[in-house]
């Protein structure tokens, strides 16, 4: 398959693109690069710098590589930034995107993979979430998200476009072999801050919340391997060929750590203790999120390869500690 990958050099991008080439697949890359790091795509896969909302210069670089499939993975996806920028989330997350489609149908492509999130369901109404559960996000970032799989469905209905939407739980880990892993700027996620605070490279972690209605008083999340996360996305593939399909997926372990155990399993792999403060909870963070993925299991035959939270950290530890300024081209951001 020809993929184009749109934000393929970011976090879960620049992944995907390594998975793709793995299984024998062709990717193309596209990526403005505001977020993304040229360092995290191999030199030989197809690199266009481009923005997604270009409808001219996405449609020559269609047509040009000859692409059957989009997988959009340029989003923001700062959460307490969607609250205070809104427009910001929507401008880029739902109207930039708009601009992609509109350019896939004009070139006749019409498969499209995308990432969605387990923030389009809001405060959960039971645990495990399962697909069918009610979607009421909680800020403008799942909105947006939300949005998207809502004009999807309008698509596949109106023009025969096929789709997944794949709902992350908490993406984290690194590729296997040390080669690329996850560097954002600036960095909120609890994996990437623990092994950073143990490395004595970042101030103390702050745990954002101990008072929560979970067993050990902090937030149970579901931490999937980036590795894992990627590969469903190629698993799906052939479950788009018949025009006007929608297709969502949850895609987590279903196996909630806490944040305490996650503290515990950085510093059992660091082999050093990671300094912490007390702080309030964080605006908008449910107690408790984890996925039923037993549909992508049973419909895709995804298998995941990481299930338990060590693994997962083991990798994001020999990642950080052996890049300690990520991809080195940090860059100032719009
Ligand atoms: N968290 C924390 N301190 C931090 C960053 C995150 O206590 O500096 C907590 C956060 O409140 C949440 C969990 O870690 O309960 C996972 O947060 P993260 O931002 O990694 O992912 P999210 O679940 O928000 O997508």
């Not at 997350?93 to 995308?114: E, I, P, Q, S, W």
């Not at 996925?291 to 298998?303: F, H, N, V, Y």
């Amino acid at each position: 398959m020809n993929a184009l990958v749109v934000g393929g050099a970011g976090y879960i991008g620049s992944h995907c693109v390594r998975q793709l080439s793995a299984a024998g697949h062709r990717p193309v890359v596209l990526d403005n690069l505001v977020y993304g790091h040229r360092g995290a795509v191999a030199p030989d896969v197809p690199f266009h710098e481009a923005d997604l909302g270009d409808e001219a210069a996405v449609r020559a670089v269609l047509t040009r590589e000859r692409i059957e499939l989009v997988m959009h993975f340029a989003a923001y996806c700062y959460v307490g930034e969607s609250v205070t920028d809104p427009l910001k989330y929507y401008l880029n997350n739902v109207g930039a995107t708009l601009h992609l489609l509109k350019a896939m149908l004009d070139a006749g492509v019409r498969k499209f993979v995308f990432s969605s999130t387990c923030a389009t369901y809001g405060m959960p109404a039971a645990l495990p979430l399962v697909e069918t559960m009610p979607q009421h996000p909680i800020n403008p970032y799942g909105q947006t998200k939300l949005d998207v799989e809502n004009i999807l469905k309008a698509l596949a209905a109106a023009h025969g476009l096929s789709f997944a939407a794949l709902r992350y739980f908490n993406a984290a880990g690194a590729a296997e072999d040390g080669a690329i892993g996850e560097d954002h700027d600036p960095e909120t996620h609890l994996i990437p801050l623990a092994i950073d605070a143990a490395l004595g490279r970042r101030p103390p972690l702050r745990l954002f919340g101990a008072d929560y209605p979970t067993p050990d008083g902090t937030c149970l999340r579901d931490y999937v391997h980036v590795d894992d996360l990627s590969r469903a996305h190629i698993a799906v593939f052939g479950r788009l060929a018949t025009p006007g399909t929608g297709l969502f997926y949850n895609l987590g372990t279903g196996r909630p750590s806490s944040n305490r155990e996650v503290i515990r399993a950085v510093e059992r792999i660091a082999g050093r203790k990671v300094p912490l403060v007390a702080a309030l909870r964080r605006a908008g963070d449910p107690p408790a999120l984890y996925a039923d993925s037993t549909l992508a299991q049973r419909e895709l035959g995804w298998k995941i390869k990481f299930p338990d939270i060590e693994s997962i950290i083991a990798t994001a530890w020999q990642w950080h500690s052996t890049h300690p300024h990520g991809y080195g081209d940090r860059k100032p951001k719009p």
